[in-house]
Protein backbone atom coordinates (compact mmCIF):
# COMPACT_ATOMS: atom_id res chain seq x y z
CA UNK A 1 0.00 0.00 0.00
CA UNK A 2 1.21 3.10 -0.80
CA UNK A 3 -0.34 6.33 0.81
CA UNK A 4 0.84 9.95 0.55
CA UNK A 5 -0.03 12.69 3.32
CA UNK A 6 -1.63 15.03 0.37
CA UNK A 7 -4.14 11.40 -0.25
CA UNK A 8 -4.52 11.67 3.46
CA UNK A 9 -5.44 15.51 3.81
CA UNK A 10 -7.70 14.92 0.06
CA UNK A 11 -9.92 12.22 1.92
CA UNK A 12 -9.93 13.70 5.52
CA UNK A 13 -10.87 17.67 4.98
CA UNK A 14 -11.99 17.26 0.92
CA UNK A 15 -14.42 20.66 1.68
CA UNK A 16 -11.28 22.15 3.19
CA UNK A 17 -9.50 21.25 0.29
CA UNK A 18 -12.32 22.28 -2.24
CA UNK A 19 -12.71 25.13 -0.85
CA UNK A 20 -8.60 26.28 -0.60
CA UNK A 21 -8.44 24.99 -4.25
CA UNK A 22 -11.26 27.21 -5.68
CA UNK A 23 -10.46 29.99 -3.73
CA UNK A 24 -6.30 30.13 -5.57
CA UNK A 25 -7.69 29.21 -8.95
CA UNK A 26 -10.50 31.24 -8.87
CA UNK A 27 -8.76 34.45 -7.79
CA UNK A 28 -5.70 33.66 -10.51
CA UNK A 29 -8.85 32.87 -12.94
CA UNK A 30 -10.23 36.08 -12.02
CA UNK A 31 -7.21 38.32 -13.39
CA UNK A 32 -8.07 36.66 -17.23
CA UNK A 33 -10.54 39.19 -18.02
CA UNK A 34 -8.37 41.71 -18.03
CA UNK A 35 -6.18 40.63 -20.25
CA UNK A 36 -5.20 42.50 -23.26
CA UNK A 37 -4.41 41.50 -27.07
CA UNK A 38 -2.35 42.70 -29.73
CA UNK A 39 -1.60 41.26 -33.64
CA UNK A 40 1.61 43.88 -33.61
CA UNK A 41 4.54 41.21 -34.83
CA UNK A 42 6.83 44.10 -34.47
CA UNK A 43 6.42 44.65 -30.97
CA UNK A 44 7.94 41.18 -30.23
CA UNK A 45 10.93 41.76 -31.33
CA UNK A 46 13.49 43.57 -28.31
CA UNK A 47 13.48 47.70 -28.85
CA UNK A 48 17.19 47.91 -29.61
CA UNK A 49 17.05 45.29 -32.75
CA UNK A 50 17.10 47.13 -36.43
CA UNK A 51 14.00 47.05 -37.38
CA UNK A 52 12.28 48.26 -34.30
CA UNK A 53 14.94 51.49 -33.63
CA UNK A 54 13.91 51.91 -37.54
CA UNK A 55 10.06 52.41 -36.66
CA UNK A 56 11.21 54.74 -34.33
CA UNK A 57 13.06 56.94 -36.23
CA UNK A 58 9.99 56.61 -38.56
CA UNK A 59 7.49 57.48 -36.83
CA UNK A 60 9.75 60.63 -35.17
CA UNK A 61 10.45 62.25 -38.64
CA UNK A 62 7.96 60.93 -40.95
CA UNK A 63 4.78 59.23 -40.29
CA UNK A 64 4.51 55.87 -38.60
CA UNK A 65 2.00 55.33 -41.20
CA UNK A 66 4.72 55.26 -43.43
CA UNK A 67 6.43 52.05 -42.76
CA UNK A 68 3.69 50.30 -43.68
CA UNK A 69 0.74 51.62 -46.12
CA UNK A 70 -2.57 50.04 -46.17
CA UNK A 71 -3.57 49.33 -50.20
CA UNK A 72 -7.19 50.00 -51.34
CA UNK A 73 -7.88 48.76 -54.36
CA UNK A 74 -11.40 48.93 -56.11
CA UNK A 75 -13.19 48.14 -59.48
CA UNK A 76 -15.18 51.24 -60.46
CA UNK A 77 -15.88 49.19 -63.70
CA UNK A 78 -14.35 52.29 -65.57
CA UNK A 79 -16.82 54.91 -63.17
CA UNK A 80 -15.78 58.08 -61.98
CA UNK A 81 -15.36 58.47 -57.84
CA UNK A 82 -14.17 60.63 -55.30
CA UNK A 83 -12.69 57.62 -53.36
CA UNK A 84 -9.72 60.06 -52.84
CA UNK A 85 -11.02 62.79 -51.52
CA UNK A 86 -13.17 60.27 -48.84
CA UNK A 87 -9.76 59.04 -47.50
CA UNK A 88 -8.43 61.74 -47.21
CA UNK A 89 -10.87 63.17 -44.96
CA UNK A 90 -10.83 60.27 -42.76
CA UNK A 91 -9.07 61.62 -39.36
CA UNK A 92 -6.95 58.79 -38.86
CA UNK A 93 -5.23 59.03 -42.38
CA UNK A 94 -2.23 61.13 -42.79
CA UNK A 95 -1.65 60.61 -46.37
CA UNK A 96 -2.98 58.94 -49.89
CA UNK A 97 -1.42 58.30 -52.55
CA UNK A 98 -2.17 58.81 -56.29
CA UNK A 99 -4.27 56.66 -58.07
CA UNK A 100 -2.54 53.69 -59.69
CA UNK A 101 -4.66 51.98 -62.61
CA UNK A 102 -4.47 48.26 -63.51
CA UNK A 103 -1.80 46.75 -65.63
CA UNK A 104 -3.70 44.25 -67.34
CA UNK A 105 -7.84 45.87 -66.14
CA UNK A 106 -7.84 49.53 -66.30
CA UNK A 107 -10.98 49.78 -64.40
CA UNK A 108 -9.16 48.54 -61.32
CA UNK A 109 -7.62 51.28 -59.07
CA UNK A 110 -5.46 51.13 -56.23
CA UNK A 111 -4.27 54.05 -53.79
CA UNK A 112 -1.72 53.70 -51.01
CA UNK A 113 -3.49 55.02 -47.85
CA UNK A 114 -1.06 56.28 -44.88
CA UNK A 115 -2.03 55.94 -41.15
CA UNK A 116 -1.41 58.97 -39.07
CA UNK A 117 -0.86 56.19 -36.27
CA UNK A 118 0.80 53.06 -35.64
CA UNK A 119 0.16 50.75 -38.26
CA UNK A 120 0.40 47.98 -36.36
CA UNK A 121 -1.45 48.64 -33.60
CA UNK A 122 -5.41 46.87 -32.58
CA UNK A 123 -6.42 50.44 -33.37
CA UNK A 124 -5.34 50.49 -36.64
CA UNK A 125 -6.62 46.92 -37.48
CA UNK A 126 -9.91 48.17 -36.24
CA UNK A 127 -9.84 50.75 -39.20
CA UNK A 128 -9.84 48.16 -41.69
CA UNK A 129 -13.90 47.31 -41.95
CA UNK A 130 -14.08 51.38 -42.16
CA UNK A 131 -11.73 51.50 -45.34
CA UNK A 132 -13.69 49.15 -46.94
CA UNK A 133 -17.04 50.70 -46.13
CA UNK A 134 -15.77 53.98 -46.75
CA UNK A 135 -14.41 52.60 -50.31
CA UNK A 136 -17.81 50.84 -51.01
CA UNK A 137 -19.86 53.61 -50.44
CA UNK A 138 -18.07 55.64 -52.44
CA UNK A 139 -18.23 52.83 -55.61
CA UNK A 140 -22.27 52.64 -54.80
CA UNK A 141 -22.61 56.49 -54.78
CA UNK A 142 -20.78 56.39 -58.17
CA UNK A 143 -23.61 53.76 -59.34
CA UNK A 144 -21.30 50.85 -59.05
CA UNK A 145 -23.41 47.52 -58.21
CA UNK A 146 -22.33 44.64 -56.10
CA UNK A 147 -19.53 46.78 -54.17
CA UNK A 148 -18.91 44.39 -51.54
CA UNK A 149 -17.58 42.02 -54.14
CA UNK A 150 -15.21 45.05 -55.95
CA UNK A 151 -13.41 46.20 -53.04
CA UNK A 152 -9.96 44.87 -52.20
CA UNK A 153 -7.67 45.87 -48.74
CA UNK A 154 -3.83 44.80 -48.84
CA UNK A 155 -1.26 45.46 -46.90
CA UNK A 156 0.17 45.07 -43.26
CA UNK A 157 -2.66 46.44 -41.01
CA UNK A 158 -5.04 44.43 -43.13
CA UNK A 159 -3.15 40.89 -42.73
CA UNK A 160 -3.16 41.62 -39.29
CA UNK A 161 -6.89 42.08 -39.14
CA UNK A 162 -7.76 38.86 -41.03
CA UNK A 163 -5.78 37.02 -38.62
CA UNK A 164 -7.41 38.32 -35.85
CA UNK A 165 -11.17 37.35 -37.26
CA UNK A 166 -10.11 33.99 -38.62
CA UNK A 167 -8.37 33.53 -35.11
CA UNK A 168 -11.79 34.44 -33.30
CA UNK A 169 -13.08 31.92 -35.75
CA UNK A 170 -11.01 29.01 -35.42
CA UNK A 171 -11.68 29.37 -31.79
CA UNK A 172 -15.08 29.04 -31.86
CA UNK A 173 -14.60 25.78 -33.95
CA UNK A 174 -11.31 24.34 -32.15
CA UNK A 175 -12.45 25.35 -28.37
CA UNK A 176 -15.71 23.32 -28.39
CA UNK A 177 -13.86 20.24 -30.92
CA UNK A 178 -11.19 19.61 -28.21
CA UNK A 179 -13.67 19.65 -25.18
CA UNK A 180 -16.26 17.50 -27.31
CA UNK A 181 -13.20 14.85 -28.23
CA UNK A 182 -11.77 14.46 -24.66
CA UNK A 183 -15.73 14.72 -23.57
CA UNK A 184 -15.77 11.42 -25.99
CA UNK A 185 -12.84 9.99 -24.54
CA UNK A 186 -13.33 10.26 -20.95
CA UNK A 187 -16.81 9.04 -20.76
CA UNK A 188 -15.79 5.93 -22.92
CA UNK A 189 -13.11 4.93 -20.30
CA UNK A 190 -14.76 5.88 -17.15
CA UNK A 191 -18.20 5.28 -18.27
CA UNK A 192 -19.29 8.22 -15.83
CA UNK A 193 -20.71 11.62 -16.63
CA UNK A 194 -19.96 12.80 -13.49
CA UNK A 195 -16.32 12.23 -13.60
CA UNK A 196 -16.06 13.45 -16.99
CA UNK A 197 -18.25 16.62 -16.13
CA UNK A 198 -15.45 17.82 -13.25
CA UNK A 199 -12.71 16.78 -15.37
CA UNK A 200 -13.41 19.15 -17.80
CA UNK A 201 -14.50 21.36 -15.62
CA UNK A 202 -11.45 21.71 -13.70
CA UNK A 203 -8.98 21.78 -16.71
CA UNK A 204 -10.80 24.39 -18.15
CA UNK A 205 -10.56 26.44 -14.77
CA UNK A 206 -6.98 25.81 -14.57
CA UNK A 207 -6.41 27.28 -18.01
CA UNK A 208 -7.85 30.29 -17.05
CA UNK A 209 -6.25 30.06 -13.88
CA UNK A 210 -2.90 30.18 -16.04
CA UNK A 211 -4.06 32.37 -18.13
CA UNK A 212 -4.86 35.21 -15.10
CA UNK A 213 -1.35 34.23 -13.52
CA UNK A 214 1.00 34.39 -16.88
CA UNK A 215 -0.94 37.94 -17.32
CA UNK A 216 0.16 39.07 -13.64
CA UNK A 217 3.70 37.81 -14.64
CA UNK A 218 3.68 39.10 -18.30
CA UNK A 219 2.22 42.42 -17.63
CA UNK A 220 2.51 43.39 -13.92
CA UNK A 221 6.44 41.36 -13.93
CA UNK A 222 7.88 42.30 -17.27
CA UNK A 223 5.92 45.50 -18.45
CA UNK A 224 4.00 44.50 -21.31
CA UNK A 225 0.77 46.06 -22.24
CA UNK A 226 -0.89 42.77 -23.77
CA UNK A 227 -0.04 40.02 -25.14
CA UNK A 228 -0.14 38.20 -28.70
CA UNK A 229 -3.77 37.24 -29.58
CA UNK A 230 -2.92 33.76 -30.96
CA UNK A 231 -1.16 32.75 -27.38
CA UNK A 232 -4.77 31.87 -25.71
CA UNK A 233 -5.92 29.71 -28.10
CA UNK A 234 -2.43 27.73 -28.79
CA UNK A 235 -2.00 27.71 -24.61
CA UNK A 236 -5.39 25.92 -24.10
CA UNK A 237 -4.85 23.32 -26.78
CA UNK A 238 -1.63 22.20 -25.18
CA UNK A 239 -3.20 22.76 -20.94
CA UNK A 240 -6.30 20.83 -21.63
CA UNK A 241 -4.44 17.98 -23.42
CA UNK A 242 -1.87 17.90 -20.77
CA UNK A 243 -4.49 18.40 -18.08
CA UNK A 244 -6.48 15.49 -19.04
CA UNK A 245 -3.35 13.30 -19.48
CA UNK A 246 -2.34 13.87 -16.14
CA UNK A 247 -6.28 13.35 -14.80
CA UNK A 248 -7.16 10.32 -16.55
CA UNK A 249 -3.62 8.48 -15.30
CA UNK A 250 -4.55 9.81 -11.81
CA UNK A 251 -8.22 8.81 -12.09
CA UNK A 252 -7.64 5.78 -13.76
CA UNK A 253 -5.76 4.82 -10.48
CA UNK A 254 -8.22 5.26 -8.26
CA UNK A 255 -11.08 3.57 -10.64
CA UNK A 256 -8.87 0.25 -10.35
CA UNK A 257 -8.27 0.35 -7.10
CA UNK A 258 -12.16 0.95 -5.75
CA UNK A 259 -12.55 -2.43 -6.83
CA UNK A 260 -10.90 -4.26 -4.10
CA UNK A 261 -11.03 -1.72 -1.29
CA UNK A 262 -13.08 1.50 -0.07
CA UNK A 263 -13.23 4.58 -2.42
CA UNK A 264 -11.77 6.81 -0.19
CA UNK A 265 -8.70 4.33 0.55
CA UNK A 266 -8.36 4.07 -3.21
CA UNK A 267 -7.93 7.90 -3.35
CA UNK A 268 -5.41 7.54 -0.88
CA UNK A 269 -3.43 5.15 -2.63
CA UNK A 270 -3.97 6.33 -6.50
CA UNK A 271 -2.80 9.89 -5.34
CA UNK A 272 0.12 8.75 -3.86
CA UNK A 273 0.77 5.63 -5.97
CA UNK A 274 0.60 8.57 -8.92
CA UNK A 275 2.10 11.40 -7.66
CA UNK A 276 5.60 11.13 -8.04
CA UNK A 277 5.41 10.63 -11.80
CA UNK A 278 3.27 13.12 -12.56
CA UNK A 279 5.31 15.95 -10.62
CA UNK A 280 8.27 15.05 -12.01
CA UNK A 281 6.28 14.82 -16.03
CA UNK A 282 5.05 18.11 -14.41
CA UNK A 283 8.57 19.55 -13.62
CA UNK A 284 10.29 18.39 -16.79
CA UNK A 285 7.09 20.22 -19.06
CA UNK A 286 7.01 23.06 -17.15
CA UNK A 287 10.92 23.69 -16.96
CA UNK A 288 10.90 22.68 -21.32
CA UNK A 289 7.97 25.72 -21.72
CA UNK A 290 9.72 27.82 -19.09
CA UNK A 291 12.95 28.00 -21.55
CA UNK A 292 11.05 29.90 -24.06
CA UNK A 293 11.22 32.47 -21.58
CA UNK A 294 14.81 33.47 -22.12
CA UNK A 295 14.30 33.68 -25.85
CA UNK A 296 14.23 37.37 -27.55
CA UNK A 297 11.28 36.53 -29.08
CA UNK A 298 8.18 38.12 -27.09
CA UNK A 299 5.26 35.99 -28.65
CA UNK A 300 7.91 32.73 -27.29
CA UNK A 301 7.96 34.30 -24.26
CA UNK A 302 4.56 34.78 -22.99
CA UNK A 303 2.86 31.44 -24.35
CA UNK A 304 6.55 29.80 -22.51
CA UNK A 305 5.37 31.47 -19.24
CA UNK A 306 1.37 30.79 -19.71
CA UNK A 307 2.15 27.19 -20.39
CA UNK A 308 4.46 26.99 -18.13
CA UNK A 309 2.42 28.25 -15.25
CA UNK A 310 -0.20 26.06 -16.39
CA UNK A 311 1.62 23.39 -15.93
CA UNK A 312 2.73 23.74 -12.43
CA UNK A 313 -0.86 24.87 -10.86
CA UNK A 314 -2.21 21.75 -12.25
CA UNK A 315 0.68 19.47 -11.28
CA UNK A 316 0.68 20.82 -7.74
CA UNK A 317 -3.27 21.93 -7.21
CA UNK A 318 -5.57 20.53 -9.87
CA UNK A 319 -4.11 17.32 -9.90
CA UNK A 320 -3.06 16.49 -6.48
CA UNK A 321 -5.65 18.13 -4.10
CA UNK A 322 -9.08 19.60 -6.44
CA UNK A 323 -9.79 16.36 -8.63
CA UNK A 324 -9.31 13.49 -5.51
CA UNK A 325 -10.98 16.20 -3.31
CA UNK A 326 -14.50 16.10 -5.56
CA UNK A 327 -14.02 12.29 -5.56
CA UNK A 328 -14.13 12.33 -2.44
CA UNK A 329 -17.35 14.65 -1.88
CA UNK A 330 -18.91 12.93 -4.73
CA UNK A 331 -18.91 9.58 -3.43
CA UNK A 332 -20.80 7.23 -5.35
CA UNK A 333 -22.03 9.58 -7.36
CA UNK A 334 -19.10 10.03 -8.83
CA UNK A 335 -19.48 6.75 -10.93
CA UNK A 336 -23.18 7.87 -12.18
CA UNK A 337 -24.71 6.37 -14.04
CA UNK A 338 -22.26 3.68 -13.75
CA UNK A 339 -22.82 0.81 -11.43
CA UNK A 340 -21.09 1.40 -8.30
CA UNK A 341 -20.94 -1.07 -5.35
CA UNK A 342 -19.16 -0.26 -1.93
CA UNK A 343 -16.55 -2.81 -1.44
CA UNK A 344 -17.98 -3.59 1.85
CA UNK A 345 -21.01 -4.76 -0.04
CA UNK A 346 -19.07 -6.72 -2.19
CA UNK A 347 -17.81 -8.36 0.83
CA UNK A 348 -21.24 -9.12 2.78
CA UNK A 349 -22.53 -10.71 -0.89
CA UNK A 350 -19.97 -12.94 -1.04
CA UNK A 351 -20.94 -13.92 2.81
CA UNK A 352 -24.21 -14.22 1.78
CA UNK A 353 -23.63 -17.04 -1.30
CA UNK A 354 -21.08 -19.02 0.71
CA UNK A 355 -24.09 -19.39 3.52
Known amino acids: MKESWIGRVVVTKPWTVLVITLVLLGGLAAFSTQVKFTYDLLSSFPEDVPSREGFTVIGEQFSQGELAPVKVIVDAEGKETDLKQRLES ?9 AQQGAENANITAFDVEFNLNPYSMEAMQHIPDLRATAEQALQDAGVANVDSQVWIDGQTAEQYDIEVTGERDAKIIIPVVIGM ?20 TVVLSYFSALGLGWIIIHYGLGADAIQGAIPLYSFVFLVALGEDYNIFMISSIWQKRKTMPLRQAIREGVGETSSVITSAGLILAGTFAVLATLPIQVLVQFGIITAVGVMLDTFLVRPFMVPAITALLGKWAFWPGKYVPIAEKNEEKQNQSM
Open 90 to 98: LDYISKVGD
Open 182 to 201: ITLLLLLYLRSVVATAYLIA
